[in-house]
Structure formats: C-alpha cells, structure tokens
C-alpha cells in the first residue's frame, strides 16, 4: 500500500515562509511526478506547483517567484518552499504523486491535506 503523508503547515504571518514536506511510502517501483494542490474554502482545488521526474517544474501563477518546488529521489520526498507569504494562501494544501507500486497499475495518490494560514 502506498501512503503519502505530509508535513510542514501551521500559522504564519504575511511575509512569511514556510516549508512543506511530502513523503511517500510503501511497496513503490517508481515516482513519476510529485506535486501540491492547494485547496481555500469554498474553492475548487487548484494546483499549485509540479515536478517531474527529470526535475522540470511548473507553477501556478499566482505562486511564481514565491514558491519553489523540489523533490528528493533518494528520499521519495517532495518539498515545497513557501516565501513571501500572503493570506490568500492560505488554504488545505495536499501532496499529490504519479505513482507505480510493485505489482500494482500506475495511479495518483493523494495525502491527507495540511493546513496553511497566514494571518497576522
């Protein structure tokens, strides 16, 4: 069973930063790509920033120049680096990967959500 699980949200004030994390876990043959989806109340869930397995990136551009999206292969983990945070960040923030498991069809997994708030 796959599981991704992460980690990294809490309060911040505007200006702030933050620095989400993502692991996944289990019976995993390959990560394709990894990414964060963010979603405020009462609004769709929107995707905030991807990476590929080569390390090519993309961003929302509501996120571009603030945020700065990594993964770490070694350690299946992926990273999101939050700057200059504003309160229209703030929102459930969900770690999202392309998966294949040992044995099992390539699928998308998701994790449980973390919250981000930025107020003063």
């Known amino acids: 069973q796959v599981q991704l699980v992460e980690s990294g949200g809490g309060l911040v004030q505007p200006g702030g930063s933050l620095r989400l994390s993502c692991l996944a876990s289990?019976?995993?043959?390959?990560?394709?790509?990894m990414g964060w989806y963010r979603q405020a109340p009462g609004k769709q869930r929107e995707l905030v920033a991807a990476?590929?397995?080569?390390?090519?990136?993309n961003y929302a551009e509501s996120v571009k120049g603030r945020f700065t999206i990594s993964r770490d292969n070694a350690k299946d983990t992926v990273y999101l680096q939050m700057d200059s945070l504003k309160p229209e960040d703030t929102a459930v923030y969900f770690c999202?990967?392309?998966?294949?498991?040992?044995?099992?069809?390539?699928?998308?997994?998701w994790g449980q959500g973390t919250q981000v708030t930025v107020s003063s």
């Open positions: 999202n990967a392309d998966i294949t498991p040992w044995g099992r069809r390539r699928n998308d997994y």
């Open positions: 289990g019976s995993i043959f390959s990560i394709h790509a």
């Open positions: 990476v590929g397995s080569g390390d090519s990136a």
